[in-house]
C-alpha cells in the first residue's frame, strides 16, 4: 500500500508561481513511478507529468512544458512539482498518483492521493 499526501496549493496571480509537494508513505517510493494530474470542474483528469524512479526521465503534457517542472527525492520520499509562468487555465485541483509504470491514462495508476487546489487568478 502507498499513502500520497499533497500540499502546496493555493492561490496565485497569473504569472505567478507556486510548488506542489506530494509526500508518499508506505512501499517502497523509489520504485514507482510519480505522476501529477489535474482535474478542473466538470473536466476530465488530465495527466501533467510524471517522473521515473531514478529521476531519469521526466514526461510533460503539451500544455506545460516549459513552464512546470518535475522532481524527486527519494531519501524524502517525495515528489515536487514546480509551476511558473501559471495560467488561469492552469486552476484545477492537482492530483499527485503513483505506479510501477508510467502512463498518461489516470486509470492506469493505482494509488492516489486527495488532491490540493490550485486557482490562478487573472
Known amino acids: 500500500q502507498v499513502q500520497l499526501v499533497e500540499s502546496g496549493g493555493g492561490l496565485v496571480q497569473a504569472g505567478g508561481s507556486l510548488r506542489l509537494s506530494c509526500a508518499a508513505s508506505?512501499?517502497?517510493?523509489?520504485?514507482?513511478?510519480m505522476g501529477w494530474f489535474r482535474q478542473a470542474p466538470g473536466q476530465a483528469r488530465e495527466f501533467v507529468a510524471a517522473?521515473?524512479?531514478?529521476?531519469?526521465?521526466?514526461y510533460y503534457a503539451d500544455s506545460v512544458k516549459g513552464r512546470f517542472t518535475i522532481s524527486r527525492d527519494n531519501a524524502k520520499s517525495t515528489v515536487y512539482l514546480q509551476m511558473n509562468s501559471l495560467k488561469p487555465e492552469d486552476t484545477a485541483v492537482y492530483y499527485c498518483?503513483?505506479?510501477?509504470?508510467?502512463?498518461?491514462?489516470?486509470?492506469?495508476?493505482?494509488?492516489w492521493g486527495q488532491g490540493t487546489q490550485v486557482t490562478v487568478s487573472s
Open positions: 498518483a503513483a505506479d510501477p509504470s508510467y502512463s498518461v491514462i489516470p486509470s492506469r495508476y493505482n494509488y
Open positions: 508506505g512501499r517502497t517510493f523509489r520504485s514507482w513511478v
Open positions: 517522473i521515473t524512479w531514478s529521476g531519469g526521465s521526466t
